[in-house]
């Protein structure tokens, strides 16, 4: 779950060439933008994380002139976005603690570092409604025993860096679409979009790749390659209408990024990943670098490695690191992973 809103440290305090009002504040692994002289080295604040939606509240009026939206789903309140600022990538926003002033601390205790204060402050994420996407009809939650995908960003967890260390690795690239994982559980067969399970109808352009392409018996000869039963197979689903469509596909496109066997219960490696997809006729996601020690040692390298474009020519969304062979990250509590946006694709979006 993401922290949208945290008590965390300042790291550095920097100056912003040409300007004399604002300066550049480092927080976990981001770079926020702060009025000069509100912040010293090492003090403790208040980081809310971009897409976090902060409520109408006198403490947040500040925003109003380049934050307010007010949709039917969220309702009204302030959006955190990446901005710009005399040439400054700010990523979400850093207040004093003293914005917490009457809150109580947990067990009555101090304010400490990643204390999470989202609900205290009444923060949201963001939401954009499933029909946006045109996904499909809903037809249930997403099946028991299948992740949804989400990646974190090495930003909020620069620790996942050290994890890395003499760690054999892949990168991929992140494909600009949305997220549609689809599964074959006893015989049974599914898809869902990122947060549900969805009929199998005409409003879904996923359901229609699948008849189209032939997926479902092409999944069961991957699975049968690869020796699994049931699984789940996770994928960025592309092409017009989805996300402007930056690939600029004539055709919806499937890219698989996952392969879970779930009898096992866990995420497998790159290399049988690459057998399934093979054996099964499916697109994967580009695989842009492989090695065994990651040579990135620190978030600024990493997103000058995010950088780049699509084959079309527009901006990349990013990139995707994993190791080749999954392995438990004490920070995720889960398997260790880490994606890494581009500062231009973010700038460009907004």
């Avoid at 006893?186 to 790749?209: H, M, Q």
């Avoid at 496109?253 to 866990?266: C, E, P, Q, S």
């Amino acid at each position: 779950m993401r922290k949208l809103a945290s008590v965390q440290i300042i790291w550095d305090v920097q100056p912003i060439d040409g300007a004399d009002k604002i300066e550049a504040i480092s927080v976990l692994g981001w770079k926020c933008v702060a009025k000069k002289g509100e912040f010293k080295k090492y003090d403790l604040c208040v980081y809310f994380e971009v897409d976090s939606f902060l409520p109408i509240k006198p403490q947040f009026e500040f925003l109003r002139s380049g934050c307010y939206k007010n949709s039917e789903l969220n309702g009204e309140g302030f959006l955190l976005r990446t901005r710009n600022f005399r040439g400054q990538v700010s990523q979400g926003l850093v207040l004093p603690i003293s914005i917490l002033d009457g809150i109580e601390p947990p067990n009555g205790e101090a304010w400490k570092t990643g204390d999470i204060v989202t609900e205290q402050l009444g923060v949201k994420k963001w939401e954009i409604a499933e029909v946006a996407t045109g996904s499909g009809r809903i037809i249930g939650e997403f099946p028991l025993g299948i992740p949804k995908t989400d990646e974190i960003r090495v930003q909020a967890e620069p620790g996942l860096i050290e994890e890395f260390k003499g760690v054999p690795y892949y990168i991929s690239t992140k494909m600009d679409g949305t997220s549609v994982t689809m599964y074959l559980i006893d015989g049974v067969f599914g898809v869902c979009s990122r947060n549900y399970e969805i009929a199998d109808d005409e409003t879904s352009p996923a359901w229609k790749l699948v008849h189209k392409r032939n997926f479902i018996e092409k999944i069961k000869i991957g699975a049968k390659a690869v020796g699994l039963k049931n699984l789940a197979v996770q994928g960025e689903f592309c092409g017009e209408g989805i996300q402007k469509n930056p690939l600029k596909l004539v055709t919806p496109a499937w890219y698989v990024f996952t392969l879970r066997d779930l009898d096992a219960g866990k995420r497998l490696g790159l290399r049988i990943m690459q057998d399934f997809c093979k054996a099964a006729e499916l697109d994967m996601v580009p695989i842009e670098e492989t090695g065994n020690d990651l040579p990135y040692k620190t978030v600024e390298e990493l997103i000058e490695r995010a950088k780049g474009k699509y084959s079309t020519g527009n901006l990349k969304e990013g990139i995707v690191i994993r190791p080749i062979e999954p392995i438990y990250s004490k920070i995720l509590e889960g398997p260790l992973s880490m994606k890494v946006i581009n500062n231009d694709y973010l700038l460009k979006q907004k």
